[in-house]
Nanobody
Framework: QVQLVESGGGLVQPGGPLRLSCAAS????????MAWYRQTPGKQRDLVAR???????DYLDSVKGRFTISRDTAKNTLYLQMNSLKPEDTDVYYC???????????WGQGTQVTVSS
């Protein structure tokens, strides 16, 4: 069983930055990819950003140019740098490991991000 613990969420004003972290209990190199998802209660969980083992990244269209996913394999930690935040970015953000087919396997508990003035 892999433990994932997110941190860094909170309340931020529109246009502001926030950085999420996800600490893993296992080495990140063990997984084909790591990803961030977000979810509004009652709606489906959407993929926000993914980073693959060789470093390639994918982003949700609405966050391209504003969000950056990265990882520190020495610290077993995944990051999501979020800039120019908008109210519509308000959600619970989840860290996940991905299998080779891109499907999520392990999840963190989630961290709330609220963008509001």
């Amino acid at each position: 069983q892999v433990q994932l613990v997110e941190s860094g969420g909170g309340l931020v004003q529109p246009g502001g930055p926030l950085r999420l972290s996800c600490a893993a209990s296992s080495s990140l190199v063990n997984f084909p990819a790591m990803a961030w998802y977000r979810q509004t209660p009652g709606k489906q969980r959407d993929l926000v950003a993914r980073i693959r083992g060789f470093g390639a990244t994918d982003y949700l269209d609405s966050v391209k140019g504003r969000f950056t996913i990265s990882r520190d394999t020495a610290k077993n930690t995944l990051y999501l740098q979020m800039n120019s935040l908008k109210p519509e970015d308000t959600d619970v953000y989840y860290c996940s490991t991905n299998k080779w087919d891109g499907s999520p396997e392990y999840w963190g508990q989630g961290t709330q991000v609220t963008v509001s003035s």
